[in-house]
């Protein structure tokens, strides 16, 4: 599970910056380019992105 919950909040970091980018016309090429709402999405996407990560860290752990 813990594997699980690390890629999805890779792949949502590095989405999410990438919107973010795009959404403040840094990195041009896309609709999303110069669209502040795409900036603010990938803002959230990179946090939620974040928070998985950070609770796969310290997720429970078994009782023995």
Known sequence: MKIALNIAGVILV???C??????INVLPGSFMTGQIRWA????????????????????RRKAR
Not at 18 to 23: C, R
């Open 14 to 16: 590095v989405f999410g």
């Open 18 to 23: 990438v919107w973010f980018l795009q959404g």
């Open 40 to 59: 603010v999405y990938g803002g959230v996407a990179m946090i939620a992105g974040i928070v998985l990560m950070l609770s796969a860290k310290h997720g």
